[in-house]
């Protein structure tokens, strides 16, 4: 058994600790193991733990809890991510409360370069049913994957469309993955397991309750590049993860609708107030993402040839070749350079045309 895995797990275990506090813990320490073992005046000192929580940490004895929770992923064939695995979604990094452990059956790259979240209302109209298809539709030949939520209405017409167009399709789940929630999925779910995945950060035996759904909300804005609101109300989980996503800096769009439509209510507004941009099909989008027109290899290896570049440009370049785009904190975090010296690299690589400022905070190579 992997000794980290299990201690990653448990963590997620010890009352009072959520994941913003588990982050604080785990870049203290190499390990989890380590949390465990540290002293009660060493936990209390970290930021956002102190005597309580340290004293939670220090009490906590139900590791065969954790041992009987890798037993279940293991026999189904489940991955266990955390947030120093590889396999963990790096676009989940960026996000301040992200999931300090994730579960996910699947078979799709969830580090891929183009990830878009398409969600709507439970009850939706035959404008809803339409216009999602054919935005999948328009995006199919793109190698997008597509998210949402399992949900009935507008999450699952995304998750079937994109399985009809050969596009990996993620579902994120409010429960555990010993069950599927609504029951009326399960078809659905085993499809996508087979060409996407499902994806949570609740352990088996959590049933699908209430407060459950606004976690699974942010996992949904926090994994893709951009959100997409087919149909939503002026209240409900769409709203809601549209506005995660504007907080984690994420694109949003939304598809326009009647006035007098309840159901396009919510998408109105959110156009209304610069909360989303306007978006009509799938060709709207990938326009403005940047998606139908990637960079070639070839380009940038013609402009190295002709500029001198410094070793801070070169690194940056290196971490956007073969990439559609990247966001400006990916660029903090895994360069190793100062925000300064990031930024004026950056701006210098501008000018000389070598990479391009996208919407959102993204940049490319041209």
């Known amino acids: 058994m992997n000794r980290d895995m299990l201690y990653q797990v448990a963590l997620t275990m010890v009352p009072?600790?959520?994941?913003?506090?588990?982050?604080?813990?785990?870049?203290?320490?190499?390990?989890?193991?380590?949390?465990?073992?540290?002293?009660?005046?060493?936990?209390?000192?970290?930021?956002?733990?102190?005597p309580v929580r340290s004293k939670s940490i220090r009490s906590f004895k139900d590791f065969s809890k954790a041992e009987k929770e890798l037993?279940?992923?293991?026999?189904?064939?489940?991955?266990?991510?955390?947030?120093?695995?590889?396999?963990?979604?790096?676009?989940?990094?960026?996000?301040?409360?992200?999931p300090s452990l994730l579960y996910y059956k699947g078979n799709a790259d969830i580090n891929t370069s183009r990830i878009l979240a398409i969600i709507g209302t439970r009850n939706h109209t035959g404008y809803g049913r339409e216009i999602t298809g054919h935005i999948i539709r328009e995006l199919a030949p793109y190698k997008v994957l597509i998210v949402s939520g399992l949900?009935?209405?507008?999450?699952?017409?995304?998750?079937?469309?994109?399985?009809?167009?050969r596009l990996p399709t993620i579902g994120v789940i409010a429960h555990g993955l010993d069950r599927i929630y609504p029951p009326a999925h399960t078809s659905l779910a085993r499809a996508m397991t087979q060409s996407g995945g499902l994806l949570t950060d609740l352990r088996s035996g959590t049933a699908p309750d209430k407060q459950n759904f606004p976690k699974r909300n942010r996992i949904v804005a926090g994994i893709a590049d951009a959100v997409v609101v087919i149909e939503t109300d002026i209240k409900g989980g769409s709203m809601i993860t549209a506005e995660l996503a504007n907080n984690y800096n994420k694109d949003v769009f939304a598809l326009p609708g009647k006035v007098t439509d309840a159901k396009s209510a919510g998408c109105n507004y959110l156009i209304r107030s610069n909360k989303a941009a306007l978006a009509t099909s799938g060709k709207d989008i990938l326009e403005y993402m940047n998606w139908s027109n990637p960079a070639t290899s070839k380009n940038i290896h013609q402009k190295k040839l002709f500029i001198d570049l410094t070793p801070e440009e070169k690194r940056i370049t290196e971490m956007l070749s073969g990439q559609t785009s990247v966001h400006i904190d990916e660029i903090n975090l895994h360069c190793g350079l100062s925000s300064s010296t990031i930024a004026a690299a950056m701006l210098h690589l501008e000018l000389e045309?070598?990479?391009?400022?996208?919407?959102?905070?993204?940049?490319?190579?041209?």
Do not use: M, W
Not at 77 to 86: A, D, E, S, T
Not at 151 to 165: E, M, P, R, T, V
Not at 355 to 365: F, Q, S, V
């Open 71 to 98: 037993d279940f992923t293991r026999k189904y064939g489940i991955q266990v991510l955390y947030r120093n695995h590889p396999g963990y979604p790096k676009r989940l990094l960026h996000c301040y409360d992200a």
């Open 16 to 50: 009072q600790i959520g994941d913003v506090h588990a982050a604080s813990l785990l870049q203290h320490f190499e390990t989890a193991e380590e949390i465990f073992s540290a002293g009660r005046r060493v936990l209390d000192k970290i930021p956002g733990i102190g």
């Open 353 to 366: 045309g070598i990479i391009t400022a996208l919407p959102g905070k993204h940049y490319k190579l041209n």
């Open 151 to 165: 949900a009935y209405g507008i999450d699952a017409l995304a998750h079937k469309a994109s399985l009809d167009n």
